[in-house]
């Protein structure tokens, strides 16, 4: 089994929709993070977590939120899908302080908002 | 805040050399990082390097860090066809210090590697 499983793996919603992206983890890392993939633009942050009882903003959290339901699930919320969320999103865990290991991510999201 | 940047695109000759340039933006960086995404899958952690390092080989990978000028190079030596993918430079910002750092990453290149 991979270490990140992000479920589901491709998804077509309808505008207005709400949507749930899941992420769970094997590593044991206390730290997990939500980026979208867009082309030419990178990754963008849109919320992460330090621990179960910690949740941040990232640059992009607008029309996002997020539970951290346990060390190894932290899952992303759309509240009212809209067609520029289309994008790849990633889940992402590290270990405290990142150090050698840097982040290990999961095989991604295709979300296709029409 | 300032950005990690790195260049968009990346084309070279199968069995050439590559290199894939990235500035990042703090000093007090203690690891920076290079991943990479194979289409349609997510990223891997491809090599760090230490900051008080200023080279890293691992196999046909060459890392360069000048902490002078704030610029990391990532070098693919008798580059192939597997290696067409996308290339992101990461470095850690944060209070120094603490542990409350998180990485940033850059645009990402995407090196394309010709027969």
Redesign the interface.
Same mark, same amino acid.
């Given at each position: 089994d991979a270490d990140?499983t992000q479920t589901p793996r491709n998804r077509i919603t309808k505008t207005g929709k709400r949507i749930m992206l899941e992420c769970s983890q094997t590593k044991g890392h206390d730290?997990m993070?939500w980026y979208r993939q867009d082309p030419?633009?990178?990754?963008r942050?849109i919320y992460?977590s330090?621990d179960v009882k910690d949740i941040n903003k990232g640059e992009i959290s607008d029309g996002y939120s997020v539970s951290r339901q346990a060390q190894a699930k932290f899952s992303l919320s759309l509240e009212s899908a809209i067609p520029n969320q289309t994008a790849l999103y990633?889940c992402?865990t590290?270990d405290?302080?990142?150090? %050698?290991?840097?982040? %290990?991510?999961?095989?991604?999201t295709r979300l296709t908002v029409v | 805040g300032e950005d990690v940047e790195q260049s968009l695109f990346l084309s070279v000759r199968e069995g050439d050399s590559s290199v894939i340039n990235c500035t990042y933006t703090d000093s007090s960086s203690t690891y920076l990082y290079w991943y990479k995404q194979e289409p349609g899958a997510g990223l891997q952690l491809l090599t760090y390097i230490f900051s008080n390092m200023d080279m890293k080989q691992d196999q046909r990978l060459t890392v360069l860090l000048n902490k002078k000028d704030k610029h990391l190079s990532l070098r693919i030596a008798d580059t192939q066809t597997g290696d067409s993918a996308i290339y992101f430079c990461a470095e850690i910002r944060g209070p120094r210090g603490s542990t409350l750092g998180r990485l940033y990453f850059g645009r990402g290149t995407q090196l394309t590697v010709w027969p």
């Open positions: 990140v730290r993070y030419g633009l990178g990754l942050l992460y330090f990633f992402a590290s405290l302080g990142q150090g %050698t290991g840097g982040y %290990t991510f999961g095989s991604g | -």
